[in-house]
Protein backbone atom coordinates (compact mmCIF):
# COMPACT_ATOMS: atom_id res chain seq x y z
CA UNK A 1 0.00 0.00 0.00
CA UNK A 2 1.35 3.21 -0.76
CA UNK A 3 1.37 6.43 0.84
CA UNK A 4 0.89 10.34 -0.02
CA UNK A 5 3.64 12.76 1.41
CA UNK A 6 2.89 15.31 3.19
CA UNK A 7 4.04 18.78 1.73
CA UNK A 8 5.38 21.24 3.98
CA UNK A 9 3.52 24.12 2.21
CA UNK A 10 0.87 24.41 -0.02
CA UNK A 11 1.57 25.09 -3.68
CA UNK A 12 -0.77 28.54 -3.00
CA UNK A 13 1.75 29.67 -0.19
CA UNK A 14 4.66 29.17 -3.11
CA UNK A 15 5.19 32.80 -4.09
CA UNK A 16 6.16 34.24 -7.75
CA UNK A 17 10.02 34.80 -8.54
CA UNK A 18 12.96 33.35 -6.76
CA UNK A 19 10.94 30.68 -4.75
CA UNK A 20 8.80 29.36 -8.13
CA UNK A 21 12.20 29.23 -9.88
CA UNK A 22 13.57 27.35 -6.91
CA UNK A 23 10.74 24.76 -6.80
CA UNK A 24 11.55 24.32 -10.57
CA UNK A 25 14.31 23.65 -10.34
CA UNK A 26 14.37 21.50 -7.00
CA UNK A 27 11.32 19.36 -9.25
CA UNK A 28 13.76 19.33 -12.59
CA UNK A 29 16.41 17.92 -10.78
CA UNK A 30 14.07 15.29 -8.64
CA UNK A 31 13.10 13.98 -11.95
CA UNK A 32 16.72 13.73 -13.18
CA UNK A 33 18.95 12.79 -10.09
CA UNK A 34 16.90 9.00 -9.73
CA UNK A 35 17.54 8.54 -13.50
CA UNK A 36 21.35 9.53 -13.21
CA UNK A 37 22.02 7.49 -10.69
CA UNK A 38 20.39 4.77 -12.01
CA UNK A 39 22.72 5.59 -14.85
CA UNK A 40 25.76 5.46 -12.62
CA UNK A 41 24.51 2.37 -10.93
CA UNK A 42 24.39 0.41 -14.18
CA UNK A 43 27.86 1.70 -14.75
CA UNK A 44 29.15 0.24 -12.11
CA UNK A 45 27.74 -3.17 -13.27
CA UNK A 46 25.03 -2.83 -10.55
CA UNK A 47 21.57 -3.66 -11.27
CA UNK A 48 19.21 -1.35 -9.12
CA UNK A 49 18.75 1.78 -7.30
CA UNK A 50 17.97 1.15 -3.59
CA UNK A 51 16.05 4.64 -2.62
CA UNK A 52 14.43 5.29 0.49
CA UNK A 53 12.43 7.91 2.38
CA UNK A 54 12.34 9.73 5.39
CA UNK A 55 10.04 11.40 7.59
CA UNK A 56 12.42 13.95 9.16
CA UNK A 57 9.88 15.96 10.77
CA UNK A 58 8.17 13.21 12.45
CA UNK A 59 11.90 11.79 13.07
CA UNK A 60 13.05 15.28 14.57
CA UNK A 61 9.75 15.38 16.99
CA UNK A 62 10.73 11.76 18.39
CA UNK A 63 14.51 13.13 18.99
CA UNK A 64 16.03 14.10 22.06
CA UNK A 65 17.00 17.41 20.75
CA UNK A 66 13.33 17.38 19.41
CA UNK A 67 11.81 16.81 22.45
CA UNK A 68 14.04 19.27 24.32
CA UNK A 69 13.10 22.05 22.12
CA UNK A 70 9.76 21.66 22.24
CA UNK A 71 9.98 21.72 25.77
CA UNK A 72 11.80 25.26 25.52
CA UNK A 73 9.85 26.75 23.24
CA UNK A 74 6.78 25.99 25.70
CA UNK A 75 8.61 27.31 28.35
CA UNK A 76 9.35 30.59 26.35
CA UNK A 77 6.17 30.89 24.78
CA UNK A 78 4.34 30.87 28.47
CA UNK A 79 6.77 33.25 29.56
CA UNK A 80 6.32 35.91 26.82
CA UNK A 81 2.61 35.13 27.41
CA UNK A 82 2.53 36.40 31.00
CA UNK A 83 4.70 39.11 30.14
CA UNK A 84 2.58 39.88 27.03
CA UNK A 85 -0.56 40.05 29.14
CA UNK A 86 0.78 42.40 31.63
CA UNK A 87 1.90 45.13 29.24
CA UNK A 88 -1.16 44.73 27.80
CA UNK A 89 -2.89 45.36 30.68
CA UNK A 90 -1.00 48.63 31.62
CA UNK A 91 -1.87 49.56 28.42
CA UNK A 92 -5.59 48.80 28.69
CA UNK A 93 -5.51 50.57 32.20
CA UNK A 94 -3.98 54.28 31.02
CA UNK A 95 -6.23 53.52 27.17
CA UNK A 96 -9.31 53.66 29.80
CA UNK A 97 -7.82 56.66 31.95
CA UNK A 98 -7.21 58.83 28.27
CA UNK A 99 -10.90 58.16 27.76
CA UNK A 100 -12.14 59.16 30.98
CA UNK A 101 -9.79 62.09 30.82
CA UNK A 102 -12.05 64.75 30.03
CA UNK A 103 -12.15 66.75 33.36
CA UNK A 104 -7.87 66.99 32.84
CA UNK A 105 -6.75 69.96 31.67
CA UNK A 106 -4.94 70.24 28.41
CA UNK A 107 -1.76 70.18 29.45
CA UNK A 108 -2.79 66.61 31.79
CA UNK A 109 -4.12 65.05 29.18
CA UNK A 110 -1.29 65.37 26.93
CA UNK A 111 1.25 64.12 29.51
CA UNK A 112 -1.53 61.32 29.50
CA UNK A 113 -1.86 60.64 25.81
CA UNK A 114 2.22 60.77 25.75
CA UNK A 115 2.23 57.78 28.92
CA UNK A 116 -0.17 56.07 26.65
CA UNK A 117 1.71 56.24 23.29
CA UNK A 118 5.01 55.07 25.57
CA UNK A 119 2.84 52.48 26.98
CA UNK A 120 2.18 51.24 23.43
CA UNK A 121 5.17 51.67 22.25
CA UNK A 122 7.10 50.08 24.66
CA UNK A 123 4.68 47.05 24.41
CA UNK A 124 5.45 46.84 20.81
CA UNK A 125 8.75 46.91 21.06
CA UNK A 126 8.69 43.89 23.68
CA UNK A 127 6.66 41.87 21.16
CA UNK A 128 9.03 42.81 18.42
CA UNK A 129 11.81 41.66 20.93
CA UNK A 130 10.51 38.11 21.71
CA UNK A 131 9.60 37.48 18.24
CA UNK A 132 13.12 37.89 17.26
CA UNK A 133 14.13 36.02 19.88
CA UNK A 134 11.71 33.38 19.38
CA UNK A 135 13.30 33.64 15.71
CA UNK A 136 16.96 33.07 17.14
CA UNK A 137 15.89 30.39 19.59
CA UNK A 138 14.57 28.40 16.27
CA UNK A 139 17.13 28.52 14.49
CA UNK A 140 19.23 27.10 17.59
CA UNK A 141 16.82 23.89 18.64
CA UNK A 142 16.99 23.47 14.22
CA UNK A 143 21.11 23.13 14.53
CA UNK A 144 20.79 20.66 17.46
CA UNK A 145 18.21 18.84 16.35
CA UNK A 146 20.34 18.77 12.51
CA UNK A 147 23.08 17.58 14.53
CA UNK A 148 21.31 14.84 16.11
CA UNK A 149 19.50 13.16 13.67
CA UNK A 150 21.96 13.75 10.82
CA UNK A 151 24.20 11.36 11.64
CA UNK A 152 21.52 8.75 12.12
CA UNK A 153 20.08 9.34 8.57
CA UNK A 154 24.24 9.29 6.93
CA UNK A 155 24.33 5.50 9.21
CA UNK A 156 21.22 4.27 7.36
CA UNK A 157 22.06 5.69 3.94
CA UNK A 158 25.77 3.66 4.33
CA UNK A 159 24.23 0.91 6.11
CA UNK A 160 21.67 -0.25 4.63
CA UNK A 161 23.35 0.76 1.32
CA UNK A 162 20.99 2.74 0.31
CA UNK A 163 21.87 5.49 -2.74
CA UNK A 164 19.21 7.90 -2.24
CA UNK A 165 17.52 9.19 0.76
CA UNK A 166 14.66 11.47 0.35
CA UNK A 167 12.80 13.59 2.88
CA UNK A 168 8.85 12.46 2.55
CA UNK A 169 7.56 15.88 3.31
CA UNK A 170 9.39 17.32 0.89
CA UNK A 171 6.34 18.46 -1.84
CA UNK A 172 8.49 17.27 -4.91
CA UNK A 173 7.49 13.79 -3.51
CA UNK A 174 4.12 12.67 -4.45
CA UNK A 175 4.02 9.18 -3.33
CA UNK A 176 6.11 6.45 -2.57
CA UNK A 177 5.57 2.97 -1.07
CA UNK A 178 5.78 2.11 2.76
CA UNK A 179 8.49 -0.69 1.92
CA UNK A 180 10.82 2.35 1.38
CA UNK A 181 10.26 4.49 4.58
CA UNK A 182 12.62 4.05 6.80
CA UNK A 183 11.27 6.56 9.27
CA UNK A 184 10.43 4.20 12.00
CA UNK A 185 13.73 2.87 11.66
CA UNK A 186 15.43 6.27 12.19
CA UNK A 187 13.02 6.62 15.20
CA UNK A 188 14.24 3.09 16.69
CA UNK A 189 17.98 4.50 16.12
CA UNK A 190 17.13 7.35 18.31
CA UNK A 191 15.94 6.37 20.94
CA UNK A 192 18.77 3.29 21.35
CA UNK A 193 21.53 5.82 20.91
CA UNK A 194 22.31 4.59 17.60
CA UNK A 195 24.06 6.58 14.75
Do not use: C, H, W
Not at 34 to 42: C, D, H, I, R
Amino acid sequence: MGRYATPAGSPASIERGPARLLLALAMALAGTVPGALAAQAEAAGETSLKIGVINVDAVALQSPAGQAFQQELVAFQEEVLVELQARQETVLEIEARVAEADSLSVEERRVLEREYQDALTEFQRFQQDKQEEATVLQGEGQARIREEIGPVIAAIQSDLGYDLVLNSTSPIILFFSERIDLTQLAIERLEAGLP
